[in-house]
């Protein structure tokens, strides 16, 4: 192992789709937008020259393979000749040599050739270089914290996991881990996807660009030159990343039990179980990163923290009632359209988002006042077809104080269920669903098999008892 067969490796785990019968290897580069030859040259031919002037000798070098590129439709690496001394060092690794790498290969017996930090810099630097995003728009919250966030697809969590460690190692550590997963996708509607499987978005690592910047690596300069431009655009000098271990896990919410937890699609070791936080996944892994101190009390209390109803979910009224016939305890319910004065919910609200209404104080259940507002002004928003997908544009309470001004609110009707299930909010032609809190119920649905691996239940009318 040297270094510049580190950072082939990494190029080609991250973008390689090797072809071995036509011995024909290309490494995609997601630049579809990002070094677009018509919308942006100059940078075009900055990604051009880092590839002849770059990779192509270091691949000729190390493997004797000849390399050109493509620009369009995205822009590839393409490698030709004899694969053979490429394949045989996959293959020592451990590396599936066919297919699209990232879907499929893992790390774990690469890792040990990585064995000084020059070596897992220079890796991780051919990800970077592949499905490193430095796209502008990637930052935490502002400005102010610009992002590198390394992109993958499919369902290879192992190869994140591997990935994350080696970063961890170099001391970039992860702002963040957004996992395929839809309790990570899907943080307020136990549906999103479901029918069209829309909730596999991918996964990133994200990580502080300055840290990066610092601690790891580029070798196109393209990459290293947007690097810099998106750092000056921050208003402080240099943010330092904590490592995971020190950094404050925070659940934000509660948070539905989505209905493909146990899709076949996941990975056997996590399909069927349920996740409050991406640290929560980590530990899963077994990752010595975790800071289980916080992620316990957490746990432990999980019933607080989730619902195995939706929380909020906005849709046309044919699929609301669809979805209400998909459940036995949703179909088993007497709906009774709710006589409310929606000016009182706004009082509650701007008192406290976080009350919760038409439940039991004592058990602290009910519906959150903030997501049924939401939910109303979503379901005017989408009538009035104004929203923008299914997000009330502007402020939602705004929204809802001018549909009670101009009358349109009376084609608005609630309707309470018999049971502490969700309530429906239905225009003409759109509706939402709430969900309630409940925890004294939710707990009886955990179910918990290891240290971090807790189920969710299906809810059950005796469960109401």
């Avoid at 591997?162 to 702002?175: G, P, R, T, V």
Wanted: net charge positive; glycine share 6%; proline share 4%.
């Amino acid at each position: 192992m040297n270094n510049d067969k580190a950072y082939l490796l990494g190029l080609i785990i991250g973008g390689g789709i090797i072809n071995p019968t036509k011995s024909n290897l290309i490494i995609v580069l997601p630049y579809k937008r990002w070094g677009k030859v018509i919308s942006n040259p100059i940078r075009a031919g900055k990604i051009a020259s880092d590839i002849l002037l770059k990779v192509k000798p270091v691949f000729e070098n190390e493997y004797d393979i000849s390399v050109t590129f493509n620009p369009e439709p995205e822009w590839s690496i393409v490698c030709t000749g004899n694969l053979e001394k490429l394949t045989d060092d996959l293959h020592k690794f451990g590396i599936v040599n066919g297919g699209e790498l990232r879907k499929n290969a893992g790390i774990e017996n690469l890792i040990p050739y990585l064995c000084d930090e020059n070596l897992k810099r220079q890796f991780i630097a051919g990800l970077a270089d592949s499905i490193g995003s430095v796209v502008n728009s990637h930052r935490r919250f502002n400005d102010d914290y610009q992002i590198i966030s390394f992109e993958f697809s499919g369902d290879n969590f192992r190869l994140v996991f591997e990935i994350c460690q080696l970063l961890n190692e170099i001391k970039c550590f992860a702002d963040q881990i957004l996992w395929n997963h839809p309790n990570q996708h899907s943080g307020n509607d136990r549906y999103y996807g479901h029918y069209y499987g829309t909730w596999k978005k991918g996964f990133k690592i994200r990580v502080l660009l300055d840290q990066y910047t610092k601690k790891g690596s580029f070798v196109f300069n393209a990459k290293l030159e947007a690097a810099k431009e998106n750092i000056e655009k921050e208003k402080t000098e240099e943010h330092e990343a904590n490592s995971c271990l020190d950094r404050r896990i925070n659940v934000n919410g509660i948070k539905p039990v989505h209905i493909d937890e146990d899709n076949f699609w996941i990975p056997k070791n996590l399909r069927g179980y349920h996740f409050v936080h991406h640290k929560h996944l980590c530990a899963m892994f077994g990752c010595p990163y975790v800071p289980k101190n916080q992620l316990k009390p957490i746990l432990d209390n999980l019933e607080c923290y989730i619902t195995p109803f939706t929380v909020i979910t906005k849709a046309r009224v044919d699929q609301i009632n669809k979805i209400l016939e998909s459940e036995e305890v949703l179909k088993n319910r007497t709906y009774t359209k709710y006589e409310v004065k929606v000016e009182k919910l706004i009082e509650i609200y701007k008192r406290d988002p976080n009350t919760l209404i038409w439940g039991n104080s004592k058990d602290k259940s009910g519906y959150p006042v903030n997501k049924v507002l939401q939910a109303l002004a979503a379901v005017l928003s989408m009538e009035s077809r104004t929203s923008r997908g299914k997000r009330t544009s502007g402020n939602f309470i705004r929204s809802i104080e001018d549909a009670i001004s101009n009358d349109t609110i009376k084609h608005i009707n609630i309707y309470m269920p018999d049971k502490l299930t969700p309530i429906k909010i239905l225009g003409t032609n759109f509706g939402a669903l709430v969900g309630p809190e409940n925890p004294g119920v939710y707990k009886k649905l955990i179910e918990k098999d290891s240290e971090f691996g807790y189920k969710v239940r299906a809810i059950r009318e005796e469960d109401f008892e």
